[in-house]
């Protein structure tokens, strides 16, 4: 099977041939309003007896020049998943990942937004764009530069932090509709600092904030204590779902998902996907 062909495969069934690598669909809870209508497409090493690595890690051994493959065909799975459940009835988000080192070319980033156009992400407000693997030391005018050159394309654009940076913090404002950080494991000082900084930062520009990696109920107290307004991790279930799930499992996890806490300030306030105005109020989570 040629690149091509491998990466139209990884598009259609989620799966890389040869790499053990799968898309799994993970839910982002709202921890304001109690629920959670927003899933992120992830990429996932699966081998047996070993850890599972997630995010752009797991391709670990893939050449520099498939980045621009992989992130189209994760873009094509994310879209067909959003799309599958809501010829269902089942309206959900997905946020698509895509790697700061296929935006960091002109030529690629031109291609990756080729295909947005051709996808008809521009007039498809589910859809929030995951900027990734930002590199150690990124300045802010280039941030800027690469979710400007994305505007234009997509409702909403979040980008991941690798850590806690501080002139990012004192940049001007960046354009992203949200940012998200992975809370660092195990000492308390620390994650408060991490959810404080997170906090701030998403203050001062303008935008929503996601912690990562939330992996047990001291850590849910953390970020709430934060007021950060989106999580995701053990913390709240081992829930994921594959490219081709039922909806009605999606449905039904939806439905259970009561995690956060709810306000009647919150009503007004806005998710990952679409305005509040546009959704469906049959399918709201109240």
Request: glycine share 8%; aromatic share 8%.
């Amino acid at each position: 099977m040629n690149a091509s062909d491998r990466f139209s495969d990884f598009a259609i069934r989620g799966i890389l041939s040869g790499q053990s690598v799968e898309l799994i669909f993970t839910p982002v809870h709202d921890l304001v309003r109690g629920r959670s209508t927003t899933f992120f497409c992830t990429p996932a090493f699966c081998v047996a007896h070993a850890p599972v690595i997630c995010g752009y890690r797991a391709f670990e051994g893939l050449a520099p020049e498939d980045s621009p493959l992989v992130d189209r065909a994760i873009l094509a799975h994310a879209l067909k998943f959003a799309r599958r459940l809501g010829q269902a009835g089942v309206y959900v988000s997905v946020g698509a990942p895509v790697n700061f080192l296929t935006l960091s070319s002109s030529q690629n980033r031109e291609a990756y937004c080729e295909t947005l156009r051709a996808a008809g992400v521009p007039e498809y407000p589910f859809v929030v764009l995951i900027v990734q693997d930002l590199p150690l030391g990124i300045t802010a005018s280039k941030l800027a530069e690469v979710i400007a050159s994305l505007r234009p394309l997509a409702k909403r654009i979040f980008v991941q932090l690798p850590n806690i940076d501080t002139a990012l913090l004192g940049s001007g404002h960046l354009g992203a509709d949200g940012f998200i950080l992975s809370l660092p494991p195990h000492q308390r000082p620390t994650q408060v600092a991490a959810a404080d900084w997170l906090a701030k930062m998403c203050e001062t520009q303008t935008a929503l904030s996601c912690m990562d990696q939330i992996d047990n109920e001291g850590a849910v107290e953390i970020v709430r204590a934060a007021s950060i307004r989106f999580g995701r991790g053990a913390a709240f279930g081992p829930a994921e779902f594959r490219g081709d799930a039922p909806p009605i499992d999606v449905e039904a996890f939806m439905r259970n998902a009561t995690r956060g806490t709810r306000s009647s300030s919150s009503q007004e306030a806005h998710g990952f996907g679409l305005p509040r105005a546009m959704r469906t109020p049959v399918h709201r989570l109240n």
